[in-house]
C-alpha cells in the first residue's frame, strides 16, 4: 500500500534532503532515521483509518459467519 501511494516519494525526498554533513557516513545515518520518522508519522496519519476499517469490515464479517452457521439449513429447489 505505502509503495504505490503518490506522496511516498515527496515524504522521503523531504526527509532525504533536510540533511548535509561533512561526514558521510553520519549524514547517511542521519538520513535514513529522519526518512524512517517521516514515514511513521505519513504512516499513522495516512493509513490509521484504513486499518481501522479493516478491523471494522472483520468484525462484521465474523458476525455474518456465526449468524449464518446458527440457522438452519433450508431446503433448495435446485436439489430436487
Given amino acids: 500500500m505505502w509503495l504505490e501511494h503518490c ?3 515527496d515524504i522521503v525526498a523531504s ?5 548535509s554533513h561533512a561526514n558521510a557516513a553520519s549524514c547517511l545515518a542521519l538520513k535514513l532515521r529522519m526518512s524512517r520518522r517521516a514515514l511513521k508519522v505519513w504512516s ?3 493509513f490509521e483509518n484504513v486499518k481501522r476499517q479493516k478491523f471494522h469490515l472483520l468484525d462484521v464479517l465474523n458476525k455474518l459467519d456465526i449468524l449464518f ?3 438452519p439449513l433450508l431446503k433448495s ?3 430436487n
Fill in 44 to 46: 499513522r496519519t495516512k
Fill in 69 to 71: 452457521e446458527s440457522r
Fill in 77 to 79: 429447489p435446485l436439489l
Fill in 7 to 9: 506522496d511516498l516519494p
Fill in 15 to 19: 526527509a532525504w534532503s533536510s540533511i
